[in-house]
């Protein structure tokens, strides 16, 4: 069936690096792929997505890369600062799934000073 | 105030009486979606509506049920709780039914003793 997983529960990182969470999923004709933050006590935050004709999209210190031929995700996130501790999922959608959206279980990073 | 509110924010019930989430968004966006959140399940979704008087089953709907009668508006009741509803629940609204343009609420944390 559908699934979108994440390969690590928790990823602890020191302030000033670079931090990588990956994502796999399962559904090779999802359009969309997105990543969201939830911070504690609060609802999840889009970040940024990619179309499934990419292979990378660029942000504010963060960068989606896509491989479709793995299907597998990855978020990284440059440069990483205390606030960037939270929960963070990957969703995917597919138009064909009657506009659901699917989530991963979601990867904490802790950011330590 | 703009922006998706979620009341209440926190509810203890009893098993078996019925309770309703209420969810209210102010951009007039036209889908609205009702997600749950438990540790080591994610996100997942139970209803949502593309419109007024349209909804559809997500991934767990068994237990719930919505009504849309506003644009505003999409409440989630249900009709007589049980333990395994414990959770936090996650109302979002989007002008599409793309993840992008997801913007949640803060949730509601709902223990049914």
């Known amino acids: 069936g559908e699934s979108v997983g994440l390969h690590l529960p928790t990823l602890s990182v020191q302030e000033g690096d670079n931090s990588i969470i990956n994502c796999a999923y399962s559904?090779?004709?999802?359009?969309?792929f997105i990543w969201y933050k939830q911070e504690s006590g609060k609802g999840p935050q889009f970040i940024i997505d990619i179309r499934s004709n990419m292979d990378k999209r660029q942000g504010q210190r963060v960068t989606v890369l896509l491989n479709k031929t793995v299907k597998h995700l990855s978020l990284q996130i440059a440069a990483t600062q205390p606030g960037d501790s939270a929960v963070y999922f990957c969703a995917e959608y597919y138009s064909g799934n009657t506009g659901k959206l699917i989530f991963g279980q979601g990867t904490t990073l802790q950011v330590k000073p | 105030d703009a922006g998706i509110t979620q009341s209440p924010r926190y509810k203890i019930t009893e098993t078996g009486r019925q309770v309703t989430l209420m969810c209210h968004q102010t951009?007039?966006?036209?889908?609205m979606f009702w997600y749950r959140q438990d540790l080591g399940h994610g996100l997942r979704l139970i209803y949502y509506?593309?419109?007024?008087?349209?909804?559809d089953k997500g991934e767990v709907p068994d237990g719930y049920v919505v009504s849309r009668s506003k644009t505003e508006n999409f409440p989630l009741t249900l009709e007589s709780a049980t333990r395994s509803q414990t959770s936090v629940y996650f109302c979002?609204?989007?002008?599409?039914?793309?993840?992008?343009?997801?913007?949640f609420g803060s949730g509601t944390r709902l223990t049914v003793v």
């Open positions: 509506s593309a419109a007024a008087d349209i909804t």
């Open positions: 979002a609204s989007s002008d599409t039914a793309r993840g992008h343009g997801y913007t």
């Open positions: 559904n090779s004709a999802s359009d969309y």
């Open positions: 951009w007039s966006h036209s889908y």
